[in-house]
């Protein structure tokens, strides 16, 4: 387990200029260019103050905080007509709702977790029912969940000077309790195991987090980095 915080990988920042908007990016194509992949289901130790493999709840252990109004009235809407099913907790979301607190800002936590987390042994399927359901009806997921839960790992820290810098997390992103938290999985070896470049496995939350072109520059500046196989 990794103690001193570095990543795995080599923190390699690049400018990108958005031909259709002018917005700068400064993106970390190191961490793009990394092999990391979800394990959730298969190692993944939680965002817990302790490694707790076996509650298997990722990174659902808090409450998903909103974007916007607009996404938190969304978010609500959908959890009224979940399949219960496929919600484990679709009797505390009719009786109380889904939100933490009366501003809407985040969902609330029932039982140790977000009350969207379906826990192990769930005969409608463990993980996010939100998620779930969208596959169920072959829509995406992006389109579902909270903006934070489709986006992790990756974050975009909007500068004063406009700049958009589109990184990795890290466990200080987690506010003032990321430092308590015993496994952070940017941080730890045993993600970076994936077959494909994140640019690629991410290819649906990059590009629509940054647009097309965006993500097409990325791809660029990572091949002409990468060295040609033998």
Not at 55 to 81: H, P, R, V, W, Y
Not at 174 to 201: K, L
Request: glycine fraction near 10%.
């Amino acid at each position: 387990m990794s103690t001193d915080g570095a990543p795995p990988f080599d923190e390699r920042f690049v400018d990108i200029t958005d031909p259709v908007d002018q917005t700068e990016w400064r993106v970390d194509v190191g961490f793009l260019s990394s092999r990391w992949q979800c394990i959730w289901g298969k190692g993944c130790q939680g965002i817990l103050d302790e490694p707790a493999e076996h509650l298997n709840q990722g990174c659902c252990s808090e409450g998903a905080k909103f974007l916007d109004q607009d996404e938190a009235m969304m978010i609500g809407a959908l959890g009224m007509t979940l399949d219960p099913a496929r919600f484990q907790f679709a009797k505390e979301a009719a009786e109380g709702g889904i939100y933490a607190d009366e501003q809407r800002t985040l969902t609330r936590v029932v039982d140790g977790a977000c009350i969207f987390h379906n826990r192990p042994g769930f005969a409608g399927g463990e993980g996010c029912a939100l998620h779930l359901s969208a596959l169920d009806d072959n829509e995406s997921p992006i389109d579902w969940k909270p903006s934070v839960c489709w986006q992790l790992p990756v974050r975009i820290d909007h500068g004063d000077d406009g700049v958009k810098t589109l990184r990795s997390w890290n466990r200080t992103d987690w506010g003032s309790g990321g430092g308590a938290i015993g496994w952070c999985c940017t941080e730890e070896p045993e993600p970076f195991t994936g077959d494909q470049m994140v640019v690629d496995s991410l290819s649906e939350e990059l590009t629509a987090l940054t647009g097309q072109e965006v993500w097409v520059e990325i791809k660029k500046r990572i091949a002409a980095d990468t060295p040609a196989a033998d």
